[in-house]
C-alpha cells in the first residue's frame, strides 16, 4: 500500500500532481475541440478534381477555419506545465530554506539553456541575493542542471526547451499559430505495414490551392489521407503534430522533470497520475491522488478518433456481408460500444499484405462475429421496445 500512495512525494510537493493534473484536463479540452473539428461532416478541408492535360490533380479547394480556442487552450495547457515545474522548484526551496522575502523569491526559476556555461552564469547569478538552496554547486542546482537542454544533442526537441518557446511565445505575443497539415498519405492498393511506415509528408499547412495528387487523366488512384493539426514552433518553420506536442512534454513534466527535482534520482515508482479528481476537496490527498488515471489526455483522443474513424469503416464493411442488418442498426450497435470495445473488436483483425488463406478466413469469422453482434444488438433493442 505505502507503494501505491507514492511515499516518494513529499507533502510539501503534493500540490504539483494537482497542476498536472489541470494541465492534463486542459490538454483533455484542446482534444474535445479538435475532435469536433476533425471529425466535422464535410471533414476539416475539401479537395476537388482539376484537369491539367494531361494530366488530372487533386487540389485542395477549402480548409475549415481552425477554432480560435484551440490555441488559446494549448497556451493555456503548456503554461500550466511550466508552471508544475516552478512550483516544484520554489516548493523544495522553500522547504529548505524557509520563507523568502520578495527580492529572493524573484531569482527562483527553472532555466532553459542550451549551453553549459550559460547555466554556470545562471547559477552564478544566484550567489548574491538568491536563497542558500540555489548557490552554485549545491544539491538542488545539480537537480536542476541535468533538466537542462544541453545535456541532450537535440537541443531543439528536448521538452524544456519545446515548453520554454511555446510558453514564452504565448505570454508577450500572441497564442500558438495551429494549421491543418496531411501527416502521410499512401495509394489504397500499395498499403503499408503500419502508419508509422509510411514516409512523413513535409511539415507544412494545408493551403487553399495545394496539389494533393497528380496522375495520368483517366487513371483512378484511390489514396488514403492522415490529416493531422499542427502547430507552429515559434521562430522556426516547424510543425510537428500538435497532439504529439501536448503528448510529449507533458509525459517529460510528469514522469521526468518532476520527480528528478523533488527526489534528485531517477524517477521512482509509482509514476504521478495523468490527472486525479481536483474538483472537489479530499480529507486524504494522497489516496485521491492513488487513484487517479493512467491514461493521458493526448492518449484518449488519439483512441477517441481511431474508434470513430472504424466505425464509420465497420458500418460499411458489415453492412455488405450476407445477413447483416441494416446500416443504420448497425451504426446504432457500435456507438453503444465504448470506444475501447470498439478498438479491441478491430484488433482481432490481422492485416494481410499477401493472399494468406489462414489470416482472411480468421478475418471472415471475426466479421461474422461482429455481424451477429449488431443483429443480436437489434432484436434487444426490438424486445425493448
Given at each position: 500500500m505505502k507503494d501505491s500512495?507514492?511515499?516518494w512525494l513529499p507533502d510539501h510537493h503534493l500540490g504539483v500532481a494537482a497542476t498536472l493534473s489541470h494541465a492534463d484536463e486542459l490538454v483533455?479540452?484542446?482534444?474535445?475541440v479538435l475532435f469536433a473539428y476533425q471529425t466535422r461532416p464535410d471533414g476539416p478541408f475539401e479537395l476537388e478534381?482539376?484537369?491539367?492535360?494531361?494530366?488530372?490533380?487533386?487540389?485542395?479547394?477549402?480548409v475549415a477555419p481552425m477554432p480560435r480556442k484551440v490555441p488559446l487552450l494549448v497556451a493555456d495547457a503548456l503554461i500550466a506545465l511550466r508552471a508544475a515545474l516552478e512550483h516544484a522548484l520554489f516548493a523544495e526551496v522553500e522547504f529548505r530554506d524557509g520563507t523568502l522575502d520578495e527580492k529572493t523569491a524573484r531569482l527562483v526559476e527553472i532555466p532553459a539553456t542550451r549551453k553549459a556555461e550559460d547555466f554556470e552564469s545562471w547559477a552564478k547569478g544566484r550567489v548574491k541575493n538568491g536563497?542558500?538552496?540555489?548557490?552554485?554547486?549545491?544539491?538542488?542546482v545539480k537537480r536542476v542542471e541535468g533538466l537542462q537542454p544541453f545535456n541532450r544533442k537535440d537541443i531543439e526537441n528536448h521538452p524544456l526547451a519545446r515548453l520554454v518557446l511555446h510558453t514564452n511565445h504565448a505570454k508577450h505575443r500572441t497564442p500558438a499559430v495551429t494549421a491543418v497539415r496531411i501527416a502521410a498519405m499512401y495509394n489504397e492498393d500499395q498499403m503499408p505495414r503500419s502508419v508509422r511506415s509510411l514516409p512523413p509528408w513535409p511539415e507544412v499547412p494545408l493551403r487553399v490551392g495545394d496539389v494533393i495528387a497528380e496522375t495520368p487523366f483517366g487513371t483512378r488512384v484511390p489514396v488514403t489521407l492522415f490529416p493531422t493539426i499542427g502547430i507552429n514552433r515559434p521562430g522556426t518553420d516547424r510543425w510537428p503534430v500538435l497532439m504529439q506536442e501536448l503528448e510529449e512534454?507533458?509525459?517529460?513534466?510528469?514522469?521526468?522533470?518532476?520527480?528528478?527535482l523533488v527526489t534528485g534520482m531517477e524517477p521512482p515508482r509509482p509514476e504521478l497520475p495523468t490527472r486525479y479528481e481536483i474538483a472537489v476537496g479530499h480529507v486524504n490527498e494522497r489516496r485521491a491522488i492513488s487513484a487517479g488515471a493512467t491514461m493521458s489526455a493526448a492518449d484518449r483522443h488519439r483512441q477517441r478518433l481511431g474508434a470513430a474513424s472504424v466505425r464509420i469503416d465497420m458500418v460499411d464493411t458489415l453492412s455488405q456481408m450476407?445477413?447483416?442488418p441494416g446500416a443504420e442498426q448497425i451504426a446504432a450497435w457500435l456507438d453503444h460500444l465504448t470506444d475501447e470495445e470498439v478498438l479491441e473488436r478491430i484488433s482481432q483483425l490481422k492485416p494481410t499484405?499477401?493472399?494468406?488463406?489462414?489470416?482472411v478466413l480468421r478475418n471472415f469469422e471475426v466479421l461474422k462475429g461482429m455481424r451477429d453482434e449488431a443483429?443480436?444488438?437489434g432484436a434487444d433493442e426490438a424486445a425493448g421496445d
Open positions: 500512495m507514492h511515499h483533455g479540452e484542446v482534444a474535445d478534381e482539376q484537369l491539367a492535360f494531361p494530366n488530372t490533380r487533386t487540389v485542395v479547394t477549402h536563497p542558500a538552496s540555489l548557490h552554485p554547486g549545491s544539491d538542488l512534454i507533458p509525459h517529460w513534466v510528469r514522469t521526468q522533470a518532476v520527480p528528478r450476407d445477413g447483416s499484405h499477401t493472399y494468406n488463406l489462414d489470416i443483429v443480436a444488438f
